[in-house]
């Protein structure tokens, strides 16, 4: 059933300054990022540009009680509170998820789901169920920061579903990889990683024995997921990081989708890694390298700069990604304590910094969704739009994961606007929005709408040139609070956050 | 119509707003006017094919040995080898090269003169990594260094062709590519068909009077919206379900087959399109990567019908059209234990046009013995892409420009196209 979007509480929103003003005070970390407040018109209520700032990037948008949790404590103490998710009690998504039986099944039990069916029925439904699951948590979860580093985490050690048995076995790595690791310890992130069926199978390691090794997933662990680039190793250090990987498989008949060592595929020599001489160990010599990995200095720095672009700016500071990596070095890659210093301290170092960030697909997606108060099942139309607008979840066709700057997405507006207008018109199977109709005069409509999706007033020139426009196009008074939502949704000032 | 008046205010407006606007250090600005006036050149279609395509199954070295010693499994068979069944054989071209059996759609195309492979050419890049390789070619620089737009982006934004259409370049599908992004915005496009707002004519009308108004300004995001909006309005004009290709052709029903339909469809209607990037991905066979049948092959099929189709489509246009195809970087020589191959180094370019120097097979070949090879067993580069795409601004776009097209690199021309 919607909830209904009434005037009651688009006043209690505007309710909120007085408590957030007193909560700006200790709250001076966003504080330099937001820059001064737009003009505004009469009154500028809602959070103070910072701390909208911050609840923008920090959850898919910002929900009514968001805002007002964050004007009650301030953003160190959300953000601490966010940080411990376990804590915070999370049942309207857990009552939503209760239905998708896949999510906890194990890897046998999916794959015999699969062989049950003539059709390939469970080749596609175990991963619609999958990216179901993932938009209703993003939607509906109070654990929002989670969710938005468990994101992060799912583009770092990508893996698409379309390829061989990662249609199964991508819900066990979502599941016992990548969410349950998300804020803990990157070691153990990485070796649930490098010892997970799925991405063995997705970087053609299972296919990595001895005689002729498969360099494949040797390369991304050491480019994409632990060193990066830069991070001087050699072409010699991938062969040789391949020849210890040799053996490193996936069980294919029973248990199925279990991780396997088999030693009679295993290259027996001895090898050498990044200077770590590794004498024949079986299973052993690439477990010591992962161990290696986790606590290199450019391992620290490649994690520091991709949360740092991920979380504050395309361009992020040299200062703040120096201070997160010395933060992921002094704490042996504790993942919370370098994101405590990313989004807290780091910030405060360097003032008047743009931090504009484009907002991809899926935060476009379900930004709408969540500030707009609607009722969705996640369901097939929902990812339909998410596919146009080039970000349908787990199919990215290259192990990097889907970019993280404004470039590549900002030329593909047209879908973005498809999306609002039918979201804002009511028009997508599975998705019920409430909008006050006729409650209140269309500049005050305008006004309110601008502050629940933008999270500021409008500026007077940008009021009456939109309202002119549509008169000048013949809307009608109850036509008015649908097309202004939509013309919202599509605005550019949404599209960043 | 409305939308000319509504567009001229936009503008306008954009002049008041522009001196308060902070740009964004994500848009790729460049430092200069363009360059030089002339008239626009050939149209250009530039298919970037994604993971690193095996050269050396694409264009066959038949006429070597050392490719059979190495490739056990995966080679193409000799066009004469009586062993294996007449479809799978290399179409030989030459003598010592041949198309895989995949590509035999192209043979037309190689007939008529307007099909110039290049083998052995690539980027001076020795990091085998698929992202970095993709990104400098895309931006055709030598390192990081260089300037982050892309180089078609930057042919665009140096040669004024007095075209005003906000069609000059697209990218054809989810995102537009790298290579692309300049001073001129530019908009992905994955199907014309789907070019529209949707939903009753009254809301759309009123959406796209409130978009006008929401997209006044001249941020960049600005901008590629007032683009997107004229770009609606110059396909409301199309008939993409009316469309029949001409001279019998027929594309495959792919991604890369609807794309190159719609690259023809907007070429025909002269909208002004000077420049299409289109992918097509899954070239990064290190497992099952197949010979004359398999996953390759497929992949090939898809290319060659593609390319042919486009061909046959466009046959009349053909003197002021040029096709490149690019890949990041080719494949290891010798196979891998999971009949596939890993990253190698020199790869392979296809022109396609009807100024190309066509009928032969390009580059210097430098051979598969051992100590021809370079790296862990690739085959050498002797011809930087580079040279291949500065000739095609030079001869075929008018542009001059190949300094600021390509920073740090002086081009040789070597003849792949004619003026």
Redesign the interface.
């Known amino acids: 059933m919607p909830s209904r979007l009434s005037r009651r509480e688009f006043l209690r929103l505007a309710g909120l300054v007085g408590t957030s003003a007193a909560a700006a005070a200790c709250a001076p970390i966003y504080a330099r990022l937001g820059g001064p407040a737009e003009p505004a018109v009469g009154e500028a209520p809602g959070l103070p540009p910072a701390d909208w700032l911050a609840l923008s990037r920090l959850t898919y948008g910002p929900r009514m009680a968001e805002r007002a949790r964050m004007a009650a404590i301030g953003v160190e103490a959300w953000v601490d509170e966010q940080l411990a998710p376990t804590l915070i009690d999370d049942g309207p998504a857990a009552w939503r998820l209760r239905r998708f039986e896949t999510l906890g099944l194990p890897a046998q039990d999916l794959a015999d789901q699969g062989d049950r069916l003539f059709d390939n029925l469970d080749t596609r439904s175990v991963p619609a169920e999958l990216r179901q699951a993932t938009l209703i948590r993003q939607v509906y979860s109070r654990r929002q920061l989670y969710e938005v580093i468990v994101e992060f985490w799912s583009d770092h050690f990508h893996i698409s579903v379309d390829k061989g048995d990662c249609w199964f076995l991508k819900t066990v790595d979502d599941r016992e990889v990548i969410r349950a690791h998300a804020l803990g310890s990157f070691h153990d992130l990485l070796w649930a990683s490098a010892h997970s069926p799925a991405m063995l199978v997705y970087l053609?390691n299972q296919?990595?024995?001895a005689?002729?090794?498969?360099?494949?997933y040797a390369?991304e662990l050491l480019?994409?997921h632990t060193l990066g680039?830069a991070g001087g190793y050699t072409?010699t250090d991938?062969?040789e990081l391949a020849r210890a990987l040799t053996g490193w498989t996936v069980k294919q008949r029973f248990w199925r989708g279990q991780f396997a060592f088999e030693a009679a595929r295993h290259d027996p020599a001895a090898k050498a890694v990044l200077g770590l001489r590794l004498e024949p160990a079986g299973q052993r010599e690439a477990e010591r390298v992962l161990e290696r990995l986790a606590v290199h200095p450019a391992t620290a720095h490649h994690l520091a700069f991709k949360l740092c672009r991920r979380l504050l700016?395309?361009?992020p500071p040299a200062e703040i990604v120096a201070r997160a990596a010395a933060t992921y070095l002094a704490t042996s890659g504790d993942i919370r304590s370098v994101l405590r210093v990313i989004l807290l301290d780091g910030l405060a170092v360097v003032p008047g910094l743009?931090m504009?960030k484009?907002k991809r697909p899926v935060n476009f997606v379900v930004s709408a969704l969540r500030q707009l108060n609607a009722e969705t099942d996640a369901g097939s139309a929902l990812h339909d739009y998410l596919?146009?607008?080039?970000q349908a979840y787990f199919a990215w066709?290259?192990p990097?994961g889907y970019?993280d700057?404004?470039?590549?997405?900002?030329?593909?507006?047209?879908?973005r606007?498809?999306f609002a207008?039918?979201l804002a018109?009511n028009?997508i199977d599975g998705t019920r929005i409430d909008l006050p109709a006729g409650a209140l005069p269309p500049t005050e409509l305008a006004g309110e709408l601008a502050l629940l999706l933008l999270g500021r007033r409008f500026s007077l020139a940008?009021r009456d040139?939109?309202l002119s426009?549509?008169n000048?196009?013949?809307?009608a008074e109850a036509?008015l609070p649908?097309?202004?939502a939509?013309?919202?949704l599509?605005?550019?000032a949404f599209?960043w956050h | 119509m409305s939308m000319t008046d509504t567009r001229r205010g936009v503008i306008q407006a954009a002049a008041v707003l522009a001196s308060a606007v902070a740009w964004p250090a994500w848009m790729p600005r460049l430092a200069f006017a363009p360059a030089q006036t002339a008239p626009r050149g050939d149209t250009l279609v530039v298919v970037f094919l994604r993971g690193a395509a095996d050269a050396l199954n694409l264009v066959v070295p038949h006429g070597e040995a050392a490719y059979y010693n190495r490739r056990p499994t995966l080679a193409i068979p000799r066009p004469d080898d009586r062993r294996a069944s007449a479809a799978a054989r290399a179409v030989d071209l030459d003598g010592f090269f041949g198309l895989h059996p995949a590509l035999r759609p192209l043979l037309p195309v190689w007939e008529a003169g307007h099909l110039a492979p290049i083998h052995a050419c690539g980027a001076p890049d020795e990091s085998r990594s698929h992202f970095r390789a993709m990104e400098l070619m895309e931006r055709g620089v030598e390192d990081e260094r260089g300037p982050a737009s892309g180089w078609i982006g930057r042919h665009l934004a140096t040669l004024n062709t007095s075209n005003p259409s906000p069609l000059r370049a697209v990218g054809l599908g989810q995102l537009p590519q790298r290579s692309l992004s300049g001073a001129v915005p530019v908009s992905a496009l994955r199907s014309i068909v789907d070019f529209h707002l949707g939903g009753d004519a009254r809301a759309v009308n009123q959406m796209q009077a409130a978009l006008a108004s929401l997209y006044a300004g001249g941020e960049p995001l600005n901008r590629l919206g007032q683009e997107t909006l004229g770009i609606l309005e110059t396909l409301q004009a199309l008939d993409p379900l009316g469309y029949v290709p001409a001279g019998g052709a027929r594309y495959p029903e792919s991604e890369f087959g609807l794309g190159l339909r719609q690259i023809a469809m907007l070429i025909k209607a002269e909208v002004g399109l000077e420049a299409a990037a289109i992918d097509a991905g899954g070239w990064d066979t290190h497992f099952a990567q197949g010979g004359s049948e398999g996953l390759m092959a497929a992949l090939l099929t898809d290319l060659g019908q593609g390319l042919a189709a486009f061909h046959a489509d466009l046959f009349a246009h053909m003197n002021r059209l040029t096709i490149v195809t690019l890949s990041e970087f080719g494949r290891r020589v010798p196979e891998n234990a999971s009949l596939g191959t890993d990253h190698g180094h020199g790869s392979l370019m296809l022109l396609l046009g009807g100024h190309v120097a066509g009928g032969r097979v390009h580059g210097q070949w430098p051979g598969l013995a051992a100590e021809q090879l370079v790296g862990p067993g690739d085959l050498a580069v002797t011809t930087d892409y580079r040279d291949v795409l500065a000739e095609v601004c030079l001869r075929r776009l008018n542009n001059s420009a190949l300094g600021e097209i390509f920073p740090g690199f002086t081009p040789t021309l070597r003849g792949f196209l004619t003026a």
């Open positions: 053609d296919a990595n024995t005689g002729a090794p498969n360099e494949n390369r480019e994409l680039l072409q991938v062969m700016a395309d361009e743009p504009a484009f596919q146009r607008m080039g066709p290259t990097d970019p700057q404004a470039a590549p997405w900002a030329g593909n507006l047209m879908p606007w498809q207008l039918a018109r028009e940008e040139a939109l426009s549509l000048a196009a013949g809307a036509e649908a097309i202004l939509a013309g919202l599509a605005s550019p599209q």
